[in-house]
């Protein structure tokens, strides 16, 4: 089968593979639509996240949705020709979190497209059928791949609890912010008020759902908080722009006994927080890691028509220009590039 590896910074080999053949537990799917994450852009550009440094050749792409083409011996509940999402994370299943059921924060978890686990941009992936979800006959392979930023961002509003009518302000308008207003509006915040520093970020976020913006290069976040409501601030604030001077005002622009949620990942290891807000405002200030239990709600949103994700696609390529695909992704205006690996 074909497969594309990242070989070091900038460079992708088109390369040939042995079809893996499914294990008892799993299924043999046909990739068909892969988003492309800014995890993958930064191992393309730069090799490594952090302490996660590719040292071998490593398929990139880990937001993906295909067609089953052979079940495992013990799988029942899927056949071939069903249309599934891959929920990229397989956790042990065995180890303290998994056992209460945080499994997203199993320290063993297998995630596509991080060193050393290979991801989806291969015409086939042998996965764990139990995360792999049947996709309706209404939600295509293009949508169901973006199950996975949708899940990021699902998760992330449940960690929010936002109450109806609340005022949630979400910093930064790059897919996962995206993702953020359309779930904070299904969640049933009241106004949503969008943060970035690229203007056509801003525009793309008021056609979503977005109430209200802020160009954070030409006023600051405090001021503008300060003016929109008032001087009491917002109720809840989901960080998801990794901006150090966005992670460093939640304390400052939420309410007194707000809630505040980082999913950004800065750049910088430590960030000034003013602790003494978090205690005198008698805040709630969380993390918020991938996800879990989030793929049948997230089908089921967008089977039901709830939330449409198709509108943060800027372009789809195919799996031939995939070089091309990553260059273009990182263009400032671009929301989300598309990787077509089959034809639907
Ligand atoms: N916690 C998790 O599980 C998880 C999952 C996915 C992504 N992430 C992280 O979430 C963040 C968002 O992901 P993404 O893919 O949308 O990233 P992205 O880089 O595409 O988007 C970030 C956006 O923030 C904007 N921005 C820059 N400076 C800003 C500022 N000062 N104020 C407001 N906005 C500003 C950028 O213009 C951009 O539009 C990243 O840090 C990413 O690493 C975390
Ligand atoms: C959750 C996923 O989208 C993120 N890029 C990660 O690797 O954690």
Redesign the pocket.
């Known amino acids: 089968m074909h497969v594309v590896e990242l070989t070091e910074p900038g460079i992708f080999e088109h390369r040939e593979r042995p079809r893996p053949a499914p294990g008892p537990n799993e299924v043999l799917v046909e990739i068909r639509h892969v988003g492309i ?3 993958d852009v930064h191992y393309y550009e730069l090799g490594r996240i952090g302490d996660y440094v590719v040292t071998d050749p490593l398929v990139l792409g880990h937001e993906s949705a295909g067609v089953v083409a052979e079940v495992g011996r013990d799988v029942d509940h899927l056949d071939s020709g069903d249309r599934v999402a891959l929920e990229p994370g397989v956790p042990c299943g065995e180890c303290a979190q998994c056992r209460s059921g945080t499994y997203n924060l199993c320290p063993d978890v297998e995630f596509m497209a991080t060193p050393p686990d290979d991801g989806a941009f291969a015409e086939y992936v042998a996965w764990d059928a139990d995360f792999a979800y049947r996709l309706p006959d209404g939600v295509s392979t293009r949508s169901g791949a973006l199950c996975e930023p949708l899940s ?1 961002a699902l998760h992330a509003t449940r960690r929010a609890a936002i109450d109806l009518g609340e005022t949630v302000l979400v ?7 995206a993702m953020v207003v359309k779930t904070a509006r299904a969640a049933g915040a009241g106004d949503i008020l969008v ?4 203007p056509s ?1 801003l525009d793309r976020a008021r056609e979503m759902g977005a109430t209200e913006t802020i160009n ?1 290069s030409e006023r600051s ?1 405090e001021a503008a908080i300060d003016d929109i409501t008032g001087g009491d601030g917002v109720d809840v604030v989901v960080e ?4 150090t ?2 992670i460093a005002a939640t304390t400052t622009v939420v309410r007194r006994g707000g809630t505040v949620v980082c ?3 800065s750049g910088d290891d430590e960030i000034p927080i003013a602790t003494n807000e978090l205690v005198d405002k008698e805040l709630d200030f969380r993390g ?3 996800f879990r239990n989030t793929y049948p709600d997230a089908i089921s949103l967008l089977e039901r028509g709830v939330i449409d994700v198709e509108d943060i696609i800027d372009f789809e390529m195919p799996m031939a220009d995939l070089t091309a695909a990553f260059e273009r992704a990182q263009e400032p205006d671009v929301v989300k590039g598309m990787v077509a690996v089959g034809s639907e």
Do not use: H
């Open positions: 994450c800014g995890s990021v910093t930064g308008a790059g897919p996962i912010g943060s970035d520093v690229v970020k954070v976040l998801a722009s990794g901006a001077p966005a999913i950004g990942l918020s890691f991938r």
